[in-house]
């Protein structure tokens, strides 16, 4: 096997039946029975053929550094079943978690490992955190404490390392997937909790806009007074971009670490914040209008038109 950079150059000897066709635009319609090589630096999309008959084929293979996705049309769905390394799932599956008042979610990196938050807990006695570690399939609960608030949680790309933030309650930590866990934060009102892929970074914002950093992975905190009103939070891969979106003030993001905050879009009610791993492009909701996207750390923000005007959370 070659390591990407020993391999020079590359020529293709092996050709479906009506052949190999490059493309490089950011947007393709694909034909049945049809290779494509997604040859781009940029992602590319190929959407499938809209009436294939039954048998027809499409291969596609990525020569480029960008990476290319399909797209269904309405009515179809795509089985992932024969992929190498795919879980045997189909397009959806139901998870033998019971019915909770869920509250918050988040993945590994592959996406085997899951946390969910509850709010009030089975039957309304106190919160509880699960975890599966089989991509939904069994869930175990890993609450590191009880109360009646809502819980907002995070995990690291490994799925070790475990933020669980309590609403009036503590930002509590693990480094085990949920065997053990510690808490050193003081009791807020939290509404939203982040991680860098490996868990050092952690940032938890409250009602009151607060936004707080550890960088030891909950060991100790500093507290950011940057707002007023609940906040949502999101941290970069490397955790040296992080973002901070209040309702009813400004988003502000940090491409230092948290050293310094700079405000990067003006009032509004901010509902909730993502980003990209390498904290480039961010996204964001308005509770009550649309959704806003950046490609320059928040710099400048694009209205999505197409996005619906409601009480996004």
């Not at 590359?10 to 049809?34: E, F, K, L, P």
């Not at 649309?290 to 959370?313: D, E």
């Amino acid at each position: 096997t070659l390591a990407i950079a020993e391999i020079t150059s590359t020529s293709y000897i092996c050709r479906s039946a009506a052949g190999w066709t490059s493309v490089s635009a950011a947007s393709v319609q694909a034909a049945s029975n049809t290779g494509y090589l997604a040859n781009s630096s940029s992602l590319v999309a190929l959407t499938l053929p809209a009436s294939p008959a039954v048998g027809d084929t499409l291969a596609v293979s990525g020569v480029g550094s960008g990476g290319w996705k399909l797209v269904q049309n309405a009515g179809q769905s795509i089985r992932t079943t024969n992929l190498p390394g795919s879980p045997a799932v189909g397009s959806f599956a139901q998870t033998s978690a019971s019915q909770q008042n869920w509250w918050s979610l988040a993945a590994s990196g592959d996406g085997s490992k899951l946390v969910a938050g509850i709010n009030g807990g089975t039957n309304g006695f106190g919160t509880h955190t699960w975890v599966s570690t089989d991509a939904g399939a069994s869930w175990s609960d890993v609450s590191p404490a009880h109360d009646f608030s809502e819980s907002y949680v995070a995990i690291s790309a490994d799925g070790t390392h475990l933020v669980d933030a309590i609403r009036n309650g503590y930002v509590w930590t693990s480094a085990d997937g949920g065997a053990t866990w510690q808490h050193t934060s003081p009791i807020q009102s939290w509404t939203s909790a982040a991680t860098s892929n490996d868990g050092s970074v952690i940032l938890a914002a409250d009602n009151a806009g607060n936004a707080y950093l550890s960088t030891d992975g909950g060991a100790s905190w500093t507290q950011n007074v940057l707002a007023a009103g609940s906040a949502s939070v999101a941290v970069s891969a490397d955790g040296s971009v992080l973002a901070v979106a209040t309702n009813g003030y400004d988003l502000l993001v940090s491409t230092d670490g948290g050293t310094s905050w700079q405000v990067r879009a003006s009032v509004q009610a901010w509902s909730a914040i993502t980003m990209s791993s390498d904290g480039s492009h961010l996204a964001a909701t308005v509770n009550g209008g649309q959704i806003y996207t950046s490609s320059y750390s928040g710099a400048t923000w694009t209205l999505q038109a197409g996005s619906a005007s409601t009480g996004w959370t």
